[in-house]
């Protein structure tokens, strides 16, 4: 048996730039390790979730670890608060969240100004414990926050406190249905503490007096529970651990149970450390007989439409990988996108992506360059969802279907 190392370059997959003669920035880029791995392997076309499909991040990433989204996916809150470093675990409900100015009982600015000095605090003095409903909330940028309950028989089916306009008072929570009526009253009996507790909170009284508005309201919306999800061993068989950068896909493989492997400067934008995460994930590989690895700086510099940025990501990426070249005898290794981030779209697109799969002893088709047009003349016609399989199969630890 091998070990597998799966490496998502965020957003990789571009269409023709004029700033670069019109190639891909993939086509431009100068990656010698990749062409090698894509010469001894087997290549071809992957659409993220399926074909044609404008996919994001999370649901693709869902996707190529082999949990169907449309099962699966939780929804914004929980990612959000995943993005926020919270650890979220099967049955909570979680909600994106924001801290904004009440007056007079009418939302007067749902941003609280964009004020964020004090926010840690104020989410601190709202995390409390209500009978058997626990409350964590954690700020983020700006005004921003996450909120997530734990407790038994929460349900999603919950509508927003958030009006979603200025001048109008904060909704009460309704259920859209017979199950969530519990859960309509613990969350209307909670936000109206936190309104108590943030409308006398020290950092707000200061906000007043030095002439700011103040965060006396929490508004939630996009309320999502958190699925029954088999860990990644239960899935599995064997252990999965992950070296990347983004804190919502560590706190994603921390929900499915993975080893998070801390590496030091992978930032999950441009100038990560590209190289500590390719030998972070080798080392990985020898313990763990899965290892996950996402670059993100490809898809920053898509959304940017900056394809002179993304070759450089692309080249810089690939000088750590000749790595690969002497692990080849115990790992099976695949190169791929999450999703097309084309420069030219500066958002992602249902365009498939090149990917490869490279190890000793596999079948090689003759393609001998990794971009979008060379890999395509290589037999793959995937989704997402067949990546994990394949991997699984060419390891030797796929299960027979029948005798
Ligand atoms: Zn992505
Ligand atoms: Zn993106």
Known sequence: ????????????????????????????????????????????LMSPISVGIRSGSDTSHMSLLGYDPEKYYPGRGPFEALGLGMDIKPGDLAFRANFATSENGLVKDRRAGREFAGNDKLAEAVSIDMGDYSFRVRAGVEHRAALVISGPYLSDKVGDSDPHKENLPAREIEAMDQNAIKTSEVLNKYLKEARRILENHPVNTGRVKAGKLPGNELLIRSAGKVPDIPSFEEKYGFKGACAVG??????????????????????????????????????????????????????????????????????????????????????????????????????????????????????????????????????LRITSNDVMNILLELSDRAEKVGS
């Not at 920035?25 to 290549?43: D, E, R, T, V």
């Open 246 to 379: 983004i804190p919502w896909l560590k706190g994603l493989c921390r929900l499915l149970g993975m080893h998070v492997e801390e590496v030091e400067g992978a930032t999950g934008t441009v100038g990560s450390n590209y190289s500590g995460k390719i030998k972070s994930a080798l080392s990985l590989s020898e313990k763990y007989p899965f290892v996950l690895v996402n670059i993100k700086a490809t898809d920053v510099a898509g959304h940017d439409g900056n394809p002179i940025l993304k070759k450089q990501v692309i080249e810089d990426a690939d000088s750590s990988f000749n790595l690969f070249r002497q692990a080849s005898g115990r790992l099976v290794v695949a190169v791929t996108g999450d999703h097309s981030t084309p420069c030219t779209v500066k958002d992602h697109s249902g365009d498939p992506v090149p990917v490869m799969i490279f190890s000793d002893g596999i079948l090689h088709d003759g393609v001998s360059f990794f971009d979008e047009f060379h890999s395509a003349s290589g037999p």
């Open 1 to 44: 048996m091998k070990n597998i190392v799966l490496i998502i370059l965020d957003g990789l997959g571009d269409r023709p730039c004029q700033e670069l003669e019109n190639r891909t920035p993939l086509q431009a880029a100068y990656h010698p390790n990749m062409n090698y791995m894509a010469s001894k392997g087997i290549n071809g």
